[in-house]
C-alpha cells in the first residue's frame, strides 16, 4: 500500500507544484459553463438537457486534463525510475488514486458551475445524485489510467486519448446520464440505485481489467 501512495503523493506534488491539470479542467469547465448560460435560457432547460449537459463537461473537461498522468513521465525521462523501483500494480493504482481525484474535483466543480448558473433547476435527490457523480469518478479514473498508460507511447497522444476513451466510457455515461436525470426529478429509488449498481459494477470490472492488462502496457 506504500508503494500506490506514494505514486499517488508524488504526482499530487507535482500537480500542486505546477497546477497544469487543475487550472486547464477548471478553465474549461468554466468557459463551456458560461457558454451553455449565454446559449441557452435556464427556462427552457429541462431535466433530462440539463443531465446531458453536466455529462458533456465532465466527460470534455476530463479528456482535457486528464491524459497528462503518464504522458509527462515520458516528456520528463523519469518512467526508467518508476520501472527500477516499483510494480506495475503499484504504478497502476498510484496513477489510478491521483487521477480518482482529479476526476472527483472535475466533478464538483463541474456541478458547482452548473448550480450558479442555472440555479433554477433544482435536485430532488441530491444524496442519490451526489452518489451517481461519485461512480461517475471511479470510472472516468480507470479508463484514463490505462489509456493514458497506452497513448504514452505514442507520438499523436491528445487526438487519441478521447477517441480511445469514448467508446470505453458510453456504457457508463448512458448509466450516468440517466441516473442524473431521475436523480433531478425525484424518481423512482429503485431505478436510480439500479442504473448506480450497474455503474459501480462496470466501472469495477473496468479496473479490474486494466490493472491485469497494465502490466503489459508497463513491461512494452
Known amino acids: 500500500m506504500n508503494g500506490f ?4 503523493y508524488k504526482d499530487l506534488q507535482i500537480e500542486f507544484r505546477n497546477r497544469y491539470t487543475i487550472s486547464i479542467t477548471l478553465l474549461f469547465t468554466l468557459i463551456s459553463t458560461t457558454i451553455i448560460n ?16 453536466i455529462w458533456v463537461v465532465i466527460f470534455f473537461a476530463s479528456m482535457t486534463g486528464m491524459a497528462r ?8 525521462g523519469t518512467i526508467l525510475l518508476l520501472k527500477l523501483i516499483s510494480t506495475p500494480y503499484k504504478v497502476f ?95 423512482d429509488y429503485a431505478l436510480i440505485l439500479k442504473d448506480n449498481l450497474f455503474m459501480f459494477g462496470y466501472s469495477g470490472f473496468l479496473i479490474t481489467l486494466s490493472s491485469f492488462l497494465f502490466e503489459f502496457v508497463w513491461k512494452d
Not at 69 to 76: H, I, P
Not at 154 to 182: C, D, Q, R, Y
Open 5 to 8: 501512495l506514494a505514486v499517488a
Open 93 to 187: 493504482f498510484g496513477k489510478f488514486l491521483f487521477n480518482l481525484l482529479i476526476s472527483l474535483l472535475i466533478n464538483l466543480a463541474s456541478i458547482l458551475m452548473f448550480m450558479l448558473f442555472f440555479d433554477k433547476i433544482k435536485i430532488a435527490s441530491f444524496h442519490l445524485f451526489v452518489v451517481s457523480i461519485i461512480n461517475a469518478g471511479i470510472g472516468i479514473a480507470g479508463c484514463s489510467t490505462i489509456i493514458g498508460a497506452i497513448i504514452s507511447k505514442a507520438n499523436v497522444k491528445g487526438a487519441l486519448f478521447p477517441i480511445l476513451s469514448l467508446p470505453i466510457l458510453i456504457p457508463l455515461l448512458m448509466l450516468g446520464i440517466e441516473a442524473t436525470h431521475f436523480s433531478l426529478i425525484g424518481k
Open 38 to 53: 449565454f446559449s441557452i435560457p435556464t427556462e427552457l432547460i429541462q431535466s433530462n438537457l440539463y443531465a446531458g449537459l
Open 69 to 76: 498522468s503518464f504522458v509527462s513521465e515520458e516528456e520528463k
